[in-house]
């Protein structure tokens, strides 16, 4: 059973540092992409970054030069430097695997870790 797990995130002050984790387990496949959502109160989601498997990087442009993708193998990390209260949100991992019986990729979700900047 597919399950990524996220961890790292808490309370941290405005310019501080954050390093969150995500670990896939269940798949012997290596994700085509992994990245990160974050979704704040009363807000949609947001990509945040991705990676691909050829490690291939995107990044809002709220976060470059501060936040930083990175994998290996199945777990997925994002450094988060010089955070602001605007990166206060539930951050949501995310992997692209392959569908059963299938060509096409299938997304699976992490449940979220909250991250709160506030002094």
């Known amino acids: 059973q597919v399950q990524l797990l996220e961890s790292g995130g808490g309370l941290v002050q405005p310019g501080g540092s954050l390093r969150l984790s995500c670990v896939l387990s269940?798949?012997?496949?290596?994700?085509?992409?992994m990245g990160w959502y974050r979704q704040a109160p009363g807000q949609h989601l947001e990509l945040v970054a991705s990676i691909s498997s050829a490690g291939g990087t995107n990044y809002a442009d709220s976060v470059k030069g501060r936040f930083t993708i990175s994998r290996d193998n199945h777990t997925v990390y994002l450094q988060m430097n010089s955070v602001n209260p605007d990166d206060t949100a539930v951050y949501l991992c995310y992997a692209y695997l392959p569908k059963k019986d299938s060509a096409t990729n299938l997304r699976y979700w992490g449940p979220g870790t909250q991250v709160t900047v506030s002094s």
């Open positions: 269940g798949s012997i496949f290596s994700p085509s992409v």
